[in-house]
Each structure stands twice: as structure tokens, then as C-alpha cells.
């Protein structure tokens, strides 16, 4: 039994499957659909807690896995969890790890007990079981956490894939009956690759646990971006509609139109700033390389409708020196002005389906 949790839709699309709703969790609201920023080492990269408020985030991310490692759940729990370790207020959402272990696959073994890996930060061996992803996400104390599953590559057989979905469910119901605290929203992850009977299979069986909330996992691992959709589109509306929905690892605006349009609520990508860290900004859906020459004396503003921190202060020619420069500066302004591009896109879309204007105002990025 979770405590402190609703999710409340407010407007339907009358074309899609869009929806506007609100999430509440313990330490806040979020107002969806919301891109969510990744932190994966409990903290956004380059960007601190205030610069995150500044740019419109409600919720962020991070990691078990890595948090694990360093400095370790123990800690953490010690400063009184990730809100206080991390400095930041509001909502938090914690990945099981599975995606980063399974991505380990020369150094890890499966089986159904769990994962055994070894650790490519000191080579020790360690093993990590449902059960154990969910004491170490209790410790970590975020807002939402998410079972442990395992998550196939693309492309994989269909029998890999049937094994790899069949264990993500049993390991589910192990993760449900670890979890000890009911001010943390567990939610469970749809997997079953590129195969559309497999995904709806896995989202019924889902369905039926009455979760919190629900995640489809396993996508963005290398296939296609019309397979994500179609795994999107037949997956999303077999999920519960009372229930926040999560597409894990996604944060394009194409595919974060057509999956909202789906009836997706939630996003999470790391791509905001690991493109400012190699010196490419997001502006209104393409990406500049701020290193080429034509910045050089660019004294404009990156982009004169972005209300961030970046673009008010900076020009171009300016961002493009400190790259340049390897000034660390670069990554952070790069960084604040790629989140707040990302959030806005999903903050207008909100906007759009609440006057339901959502396919006259975003149809462009919902063609494939």
C-alpha cells in the first residue's frame, strides 16, 4: 500500500490518445506529460539543483546500479536519503540497474536467482537479485522506484526474448514482495523486445498486479525509431489509464510526440547533456554543433524564444569559444539550455492537449 501517490488525468486529446494529467508523489507534483532529467550518480551532470528548478524539472533520475557502487546506498542513507544527499527537494525516480548491468554483457551472468557482474570500477564480483535492487532502492529513499528486469538487446531471437520477458514478470512479483516502504511507488516495466504479442502479453499480466504505475523498458537499444512506435503504440493501451505511464530512455521530440500521442505520460533520456558535453545544443528539435566556424561571430542568441539562464545571457560566439576553450563553463550553460529545451517542448504539448489543440499544434512531429 503506497502513500502520498495519485495520479489525476485532467484533459484527453479528442484525435490521439493524448492526456494532460498530475502526478503526486510525497515530495511533489508533476504536471504531465514531463520530460524527466537523468542524474545518474545522483546529480544531473554539470548542472546544480537550482539551475534544475530553473529550467522547469519537477523530476528527476538515478541510478541503482551506479549509486551502489559509489558511494554506496549505505551512505546515502546516512544523509538522510537522496534528497537530502543530493539537495534536491523534489520528486525523485530510481532505475533498478537492470539496464546497466545487462549492458555489461561480456563481464555478467544471468540466472533466475539474479546477476552476477563484475564490477568494471574495482573488479569485484557482485551480485545483484531482485530482492536486492529493491533494499538497495529502499535505502536510497526516492519517490518512485522500479523493479528489477532484464532487459534483451536488439536484436535478440524470439526465444531470448520470451525467457528475457517471462523472467522480467517473476522477478517483478520477487521485487513486489522485497519492497518494504510505502512512501516509495513501485512501478513495473513492460518488456518483450520488437515483438508486438510479446509486449501485450507482458502489459495485460502487468496490469493485473495493480501497481503504483507502469514503465515500458527495453527500447532505445538500437532498433529503429518506427519500432519504437509501433512497440509504443501497442503496448500503451493495454496499460491501466488510472496509472502514470513511462517510457523509459526516450527524449527526441519526434518520438516524445508520437509516444505522448500514445498516452504516454513520462520521459526520461540522458541525451540533453551528454550532447552538451560534446558541444551540441537542441534547438527546437535540431541539434547544432556549436564548435563549427559559423558560431565564431554568431553574436546572437542561441535561441531568442528560450526563456533559459543560456539564452538570455550568451550568444553563440560566445558558447562557441568556451568550447573551444574546453571551458567547463560550455558543458553547464550547454546543459540548462538542452533540459530547459527538452522540458518546454513537453511543457507545450501539456498545454496543447488541455485546450485540446495538441494535433494542430504538434502534427509535424507526429508524422513518422
Request: hydrophobic residues 40%; proline residues 6%.
Given at each position: 500500500?503506497t502513500?502520498?501517490?495519485?495520479?489525476?488525468c485532467?484533459?484527453?486529446?479528442?484525435q490521439?490518445?493524448?492526456?494532460?494529467g498530475v502526478?503526486v508523489t510525497?515530495?511533489?507534483?508533476?504536471?504531465?506529460?514531463?520530460?524527466m532529467p537523468?542524474?545518474?550518480?545522483?546529480?544531473?551532470?554539470?548542472?546544480?539543483?537550482?539551475?534544475?528548478?530553473?529550467?522547469?524539472?519537477?523530476?528527476?533520475?538515478?541510478n541503482?546500479?551506479?549509486?551502489?557502487?559509489?558511494?554506496g546506498?549505505?551512505?546515502?542513507?546516512?544523509?538522510?536519503?537522496l534528497h537530502?544527499?543530493?539537495?534536491?527537494?523534489q520528486?525523485?525516480?530510481t532505475?533498478?540497474g537492470?539496464?546497466?548491468v545487462?549492458?555489461?554483457?561480456?563481464?555478467?551472468?544471468?540466472?533466475e536467482?539474479?546477476?552476477?557482474f563484475?564490477?568494471?570500477r574495482?573488479?569485484?564480483?557482485i551480485?545483484l537479485?531482485?530482492?536486492?535492487?529493491?533494499?538497495i532502492q529502499?535505502?536510497?529513499g526516492?519517490?518512485?522506484i522500479?523493479?528489477f528486469d532484464?532487459c534483451?538487446p536488439?536484436?535478440?531471437?524470439r526465444?531470448a526474448v520470451?525467457?528475457?520477458?517471462?523472467?522480467?514478470f517473476?522477478?517483478l512479483?520477487?521485487?513486489?514482495?522485497a519492497?518494504e516502504?510505502?512512501?516509495?511507488?513501485?512501478?513495473g516495466?513492460v518488456?518483450?523486445?520488437v515483438y508486438p504479442?510479446l509486449?501485450?502479453?507482458?502489459?495485460?499480466?502487468?496490469?493485473?498486479?495493480?501497481l503504483?504505475?507502469?514503465?515500458?523498458?527495453?527500447?532505445?537499444v538500437?532498433?529503429?525509431?518506427?519500432?519504437i512506435?509501433?512497440?509504443?503504440?501497442?503496448?500503451?493501451?493495454?496499460?491501466p489509464?488510472?496509472?502514470?505511464?513511462?517510457?523509459?530512455?526516450?527524449?527526441?521530440?519526434?518520438?516524445?510526440?508520437?509516444s505522448i500521442?500514445?498516452?504516454?505520460?513520462l520521459?526520461?533520456?540522458?541525451?540533453?547533456t551528454r550532447?552538451?558535453?560534446h558541444?551540441?545544443?537542441?534547438?527546437q528539435?535540431?541539434?547544432?554543433n556549436?564548435?563549427?566556424?559559423?558560431?565564431?561571430e554568431?553574436?546572437?542568441?542561441?535561441?531568442?524564444?528560450?526563456?533559459?539562464?543560456?539564452?538570455?545571457?550568451f550568444t553563440?560566439?560566445?558558447?562557441s569559444?568556451?568550447?573551444?576553450?574546453?571551458?567547463?563553463?560550455?558543458?553547464t550553460?550547454?546543459s540548462?539550455?538542452?533540459?530547459t529545451?527538452?522540458?518546454?517542448?513537453t511543457?507545450?504539448i501539456?498545454?496543447?492537449i488541455?485546450?485540446?489543440?495538441?494535433?494542430?499544434?504538434f502534427g509535424e512531429?507526429?508524422k513518422?
Open positions: 500500500m502513500v502520498g501517490f495519485s495520479f489525476e485532467q484533459a484527453h486529446c479528442s490521439t490518445a493524448a492526456r494532460a502526478f510525497p515530495h511533489g507534483a508533476i504536471a504531465t506529460p514531463r520530460f537523468v542524474g545518474t550518480l545522483a546529480n544531473v551532470k554539470t548542472v546544480t539543483p537550482e539551475q534544475l528548478q530553473a529550467a522547469g524539472a519537477q523530476m528527476v533520475l538515478a541503482t546500479y551506479h549509486l551502489h557502487l559509489q558511494p546506498e549505505d551512505i546515502v542513507a546516512k544523509a538522510g536519503g537530502q544527499f543530493m539537495g534536491w527537494k520528486p525523485i525516480l532505475d533498478s537492470g539496464f546497466q545487462f549492458s555489461l554483457s561480456e563481464i555478467r551472468s544471468i540466472a536467482e539474479g546477476v552476477t563484475r564490477s568494471p574495482d573488479g569485484q564480483m551480485h537479485s531482485p530482492e536486492r535492487s529493491i533494499q529502499n535505502a536510497l526516492a519517490d518512485v522500479m523493479a532484464e534483451p536488439y536484436p535478440a531471437t526465444e520470451v525467457e528475457a520477458t517471462n523472467r522480467t517473476r522477478w512479483k520477487r521485487c513486489m514482495a519492497h516502504r510505502s512512501d516509495q511507488a513501485l512501478f516495466i518488456q518483450g523486445g504479442e509486449r501485450q502479453k507482458a502489459a495485460q499480466e502487468l496490469a493485473t498486479l495493480d503504483p504505475g507502469y514503465a515500458i523498458g527495453g527500447v532505445s538500437g532498433e529503429p525509431p518506427e519500432l512506435e509501433m512497440i509504443v503504440r501497442a503496448t500503451t493501451p493495454l496499460l489509464t488510472d496509472k502514470p505511464r513511462y517510457l523509459m530512455g526516450v527524449g527526441t521530440y519526434r518520438e516524445m510526440a508520437q500521442a500514445a498516452g504516454i505520460d520521459f526520461d533520456c540522458v541525451i540533453p550532447l552538451a558535453r558541444g551540441s545544443a537542441l534547438v528539435g535540431d541539434r547544432w556549436l564548435k563549427n566556424a559559423r558560431y565564431r554568431d553574436f546572437t542568441p542561441l535561441d531568442s524564444d528560450c526563456p533559459c539562464y543560456t539564452c538570455q545571457t553563440r560566439a560566445y558558447l569559444h568556451l568550447l573551444r576553450s574546453q571551458e567547463l563553463l560550455a558543458y550553460l550547454l540548462i539550455h538542452n533540459i529545451e527538452l522540458i518546454r517542448f511543457q507545450r501539456r498545454e496543447s488541455l485546450s485540446d489543440r495538441f494535433v494542430e499544434e512531429w507526429l513518422q
